[in-house]
């Protein structure tokens, strides 16, 4: 019966063994740390394990299956460890992983299903990567996802549904992609985004109908994509909580009656609702005016430079308010009027 026990007592020291080559430290090893130690393989860990790290290995596919035994794990870290594709039910079992570090691999395969039981996942990082698109229901089961990294990448296009059941999405990074259009319905599932970046894609037109989808937007970045145009209305769905916009290093036009920001009896608007901004930028277009209609109440931060400006009454506030700050040398490539005895601007 002794030599029962002592089995007993060995195989349990076995199965609770910190893997050959990892490091394991925390109460009764909690974080198993695998750093660029050669694996191929997913190791066997602890199962009380919280934490692994396994960046900088080598595993060209994550297996079906290839996490089930770790119930524990909150945070896993897989970056830089060349996998090029992630299997259907990959990560089965981990319903309590929180963090998923999947950043700097070569992922351009991910089956239906790989993101299955991960239904208490919060942060999601999947940046530089080669992930052409995303299907409709592959982050369904992420249902409390709140952070979703997916820049350089090459996404071309976001389709509806894409987001369909992540409604908790507050911030959306899709930063250095291949993306020309975003297609009416795409932010349908995540109107309640705080953050977006879609800056350094191939976007020409302002995507109206996507964006109207969105109800809370507080930051939004767009800046590096061929954009002409700001159309009227743009941001009004959520104009009441815009606070920081990027639209530097476009391709930005000054306002035109008939084409730019609206028809001739209704031009200018481009930033209609819009009543809380307090950072733009504005550097690097083809701007020679400013919108009518451009929020300069409880602006902090406004940059402008490299831009040919036709400095008249529109500019105005820029002198008038000592809280707009342009962060770099600016001036007029064509001067109207002096804008100092001109009057207020019409929306003061």
Same mark, same amino acid.
């Given at each position: ?92 079992? +981990?319903?309590? &992983?929180?963090? %998923?570090? $999947?950043?700097? !691999?070569? *992922?351009?395969?991910? /089956? #239906? @299903?790989? =993101? ?25 089961? +992420?249902?409390? &996802?709140?952070? %979703?990294? $997916?820049?350089? !990448?090459? *996404?071309?296009?976001? /389709? #509806? @549904?894409? =987001? ?28 309640? &985004?705080?953050? %977006?970046? $879609?800056?350094? !894609? ?46 530097? !290093? ?34 690097n277009n083809r701007l020679t005016q400013l919108p009518r209609n451009f929020p300069f ?8 430079s490299q831009n040919p400006w036709h400095c008249n009454c529109q500019l105005a506030p820029l002198h008038k308010y000592g809280t707009v ?24």
């Amino acid at each position: 019966m002794h030599g029962v026990f002592s089995l007993l007592a060995c195989l349990v020291s076995t199965m609770q063994a910190c893997p050959p080559s990892c490091h394991c430290h925390g109460g009764d090893l909690q974080h198993v740390i695998c750093d660029n130690v050669g694996l191929k393989k997913i190791p066997k860990v602890p199962e009380q394990t919280r934490l692994l790290n396994l960046q900088r290995n080598n595993f060209p596919i994550l297996p079906t299956n290839g996490f089930r035994d770790m119930k524990k794990l909150v945070s896993l870290h897989l970056q830089s460890s060349r996998i090029k594709e992630i299997s259907s039910g990959a990560f089965r079992g +981990l319903k309590s &992983l929180v963090y %998923l570090y $999947l950043t700097d !691999n070569q *992922i351009s395969v991910i /089956k #239906p @299903g790989a =993101f299955n039981d991960l239904s208490d996942l919060t942060y999601l990082y999947l940046d530089k990567n080669k992930i052409p698109d995303l299907s409709k229901g592959l982050l369904s089961p +992420l249902v409390n &996802l709140f952070i %979703l990294h $997916l820049g350089s !990448n090459k *996404i071309r296009e976001l /389709k #509806p @549904g894409v =987001f369909s059941g992540a409604k908790d999405l507050r911030w959306l990074f899709l930063s250095d992609n291949s993306l020309t259009n975003l297609l009416p319905g795409a932010m349908e599932d995540v109107e309640n &985004l705080a953050v %977006l970046h $879609l800056d350094k !894609n191939q976007l020409s037109s302002y995507p109206v109908s996507a964006m109207s989808k969105l109800r809370v937007l507080e930051e939004l970045k767009l800046s590096h994509n061929p954009i002409e145009v700001i159309p009227d209305n743009a941001f009004q769905s959520f104009g009441r909580y815009l606070q920081t916009l990027h639209l530097d !290093n476009m391709k930005l036009k000054k306002p035109d009656r008939t084409t730019v920001y609206g028809s001739s009896t209704n031009r200018d608007n481009a930033f209609a609702g819009v009543t809380v901004l307090k950072t733009a930028h504005l550097e690097n277009n083809r701007l020679t005016q400013l919108p009518r209609n451009f929020p300069f109440d409880k602006m902090e931060t406004l940059t402008i430079s490299q831009n040919p400006w036709h400095c008249n009454c529109q500019l105005a506030p820029l002198h008038k308010y000592g809280t707009v700050t342009p962060h770099a040398p600016w001036g007029c490539a064509r001067t109207l009027r002096d804008t100092q005895q001109l009057p207020p601007h019409p929306a003061l």
